[in-house]
């Protein structure tokens, strides 16, 4: 199917959705993809919880006229919930927000509390309630991660017969196969699917478990991943994290399709958060990014020395725990700087802000989340690292190749599959994955690039190769519509 083919209902249902509510790359997604399908004319509803964090006012929410509040029973769990809506700024895409404060008014967006599978449940629900109320029939619902996983069981065991509902085809993408919602089994009646236990994964029941992503992988009519190699990577028993079989069995179904860029955000040429823009025909605007940026975070700025940059939520996937245990024999090897903005796991927050201590000329770790900085990172530093142990797709990858800020990756899952070794003899290609993941991996991966940034000609070969790849969501979203148009043809 192309643009030219009749419009297709869709609804997306996810717990981030940018630039309302992110933690991550999820949020950057739901943010484009939907509003890709709706410029190709496509008929696009998406729904979102209304955190606490959520901007009400500058984002406008507003009453959906002749949607009343609906109403879900989740065992013996009673919920009432509002739905406001707001455009996706710059568009006139409708996205729908689930009012429950008593389940989103937290201090996080996400929690460890013990009624998290509720917060999305209820949030699965309110928005196919929605539906039937606006009389809305989505042709397929798309599904984002293990937090609305169980809407293709719900769809086939509840809603078979429903008049508004019936005819739609479920896909789920996996963003991330780690986090998977699993809960104690004797929580099944507060799935809302008490009345079919038979439907479950009933050796995983007897086992005391109900995995929310399980079910989404059994039943979703399509599945995807973020790229193609997580997809392969994923159905092995290294990948796999315990769903491998089960991914195995539906392998037929299973699709990646790489996440794209908006560039309306993240281009150089007109980033609204940095100073001095610039492209691949005029790069002086970089360096003078350089200054700013260090300058910003109090680090001296010398011309010719590079800067590596690294933006990332600090948890375990992102592999930060290496390169902090390498970082300080090459600062001390080599003259560099090294600039990092994230927060998380509070151990791998301590190992950076102990290297910014030991290093206070050449290293600056800010602890929080700042989308301003990211912007500036991604236009100040030579060169970005994500030495991430599993990467199912990686975005900030794809914004660096934009900015000229040369990738060093592991090499797995998205990051193999967009960032291509450079060659010198051929000047051929964008950064440097690296195969291993160990000390002696990133240690040359990282070297590499130090040693090739001297050589000016070759380093602007391999910025502009990079500059030069389109990621672009136009792309990637006629890949959705493919799918879209088969699942339809099911
Ligand atoms: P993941 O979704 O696993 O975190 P991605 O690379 O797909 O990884 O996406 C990360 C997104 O979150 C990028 O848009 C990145 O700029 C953003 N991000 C991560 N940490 C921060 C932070 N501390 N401040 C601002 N943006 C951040
Ligand atoms: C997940 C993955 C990341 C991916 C993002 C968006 O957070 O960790 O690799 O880019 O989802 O799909």
């Known amino acids: 199917m192309c643009h030219r083919a009749a419009p297709v209902r869709l609804l997306y249902i996810a717990p981030e959705v940018a630039p309302f509510a992110k933690t991550g790359g999820l949020a950057d997604v739901l943010g484009a993809l939907p509003r890709q399908m709706h410029r190709l004319g496509h008929d696009v509803r998406v729904f979102l919880p209304a955190y606490a964090q959520i901007d009400r006012r500058k984002y406008r929410l507003r009453p959906v006229p002749g949607l009343g509040p609906v109403r879900i029973q989740l065992g013996s769990r009673r919920f009432t919930v509002g739905i406001a809506s707001a455009l996706q ?129 059994l039943y979703a009519d399509g599945i995807t991943t973020v790229s193609p190699s997580y997809s392969r990577e994923i159905q092995s028993p290294e ?107 509070h151990h791998l927050e301590e190992m950076y802000s102990a290297l910014q201590r030991t290093f206070p000329r050449q290293v600056c770790f800010y602890r929080g989340y700042s989308n301003e900085l990211a912007h500036l990172i991604e236009a100040g530093a030579d060169m970005f690292v994500m030495p ?17 800020t040369v990738p060093i990756v592991h090499k797995t899952g998205g990051l193999a599959d967009t960032v291509q070794l450079f060659d010198p003899k051929t000047g051929r290609g964008t950064g440097f994955p690296f195969e291993q993941h160990d000390a002696q991996g990133l240690t040359w991966g990282i070297e590499t690039a130090l040693a090739l940034y001297r050589d000016a000609a070759t380093w602007r070969k391999i910025m502009l190769n990079g500059m030069a790849q389109n990621f672009s969501w136009a792309v990637q979203a006629e890949k959705y519509e493919r799918l879209y148009d088969r699942l339809l043809r099911m």
């Not at 991430?388 to 000229?404: A, D, H, I, T, V």
């Open 89 to 217: 700024p710059g568009t006139d895409l409708e996205v729908f927000f689930v009012y429950s404060p008593e389940l989103f008014s937290r201090a996080s967006i996400y929690t460890a509390d013990a009624d998290e599978h509720l917060r999305f449940l209820v949030l699965s629900y309110a928005a196919l309630e929605a539906c039937r109320q606006l009389r809305f029939s989505p042709d397929v619902v798309h599904c984002h991660d293990w937090q609305t996983a169980l809407v293709p069981l719900a769809l086939k065991a509840s809603y078979a017969r429903d008049p508004v509902l019936s005819r739609a085809r479920s896909l789920l993408t996996i963003h991330n196969l780690q986090y998977q919602g699993v809960i104690p089994a004797h929580l099944l009646p507060e799935t809302g699917l008490g009345r079919v236990p038979h439907l479950f994964h009933q050796d995983y029941l007897k086992q005391g478990h109900l995995s929310f992503l399980l079910h989404g992988v």
């Open 239 to 345: 990948h796999g994290a315990g769903l491998d079989p089960f991914l195995r069995t539906r392998s037929s179904t299973i699709v990646g399709i790489l996440n794209g860029v908006d560039y309306d955000e993240w281009s150089p040429e007109h980033d609204p958060f940095i100073p001095h823009a610039y492209g691949h025909t005029n790069l002086a605007g970089k360096e003078r990014n350089k200054a700013v940026l260090l300058e910003k975070l109090g680090l001296p700025y010398q011309r010719g020395t590079p800067v590596l940059g690294s933006v990332s939520r600090m948890v375990g996937q992102k592999g930060l725990d290496l390169l902090a245990s390498v970082l300080g024999r090459l600062l001390r090897r080599h003259a560099f700087q090294f600039v990092a903005l994230g927060s998380g796991e």
């Open 388 to 404: 991430s142990r599993y990467e199912p797709c990686g975005l900030n990858q794809l914004y660096s190749l934009r900015y000229g």
